[in-house]
């Protein structure tokens, strides 16, 4: 059970990059945790708070 959850999510993992166009075919031998590092990391670059200067803090004083 706990390979074909394992399957199932590493086929999805390589369904949503291949969309986004950030796997091509020699990366199809990926393992299921290369591939979660490489969603994580388009993910956080495509996010719009990713960069520094995107979010600004304001110290508030009473």
């Not at 706990?2 to 590493?10: K, L």
């Not at 986004?20 to 990926?30: A, H, I, R, V, W």
């Amino acid at each position: 059970m706990n390979n074909q959850v394992s399957e199932h999510r590493r086929k999805w993992l390589m369904d949503k990059l291949m969309i986004m166009g950030m796997l091509s075919q020699k990366d199809d031998e990926l393992s299921l945790r290369e591939l979660e590092r490489k969603y994580r990391r388009v993910k956080s670059k495509s996010h719009p708070h990713s960069q520094m200067d995107s979010l600004h803090f304001i110290t508030f004083t009473s």
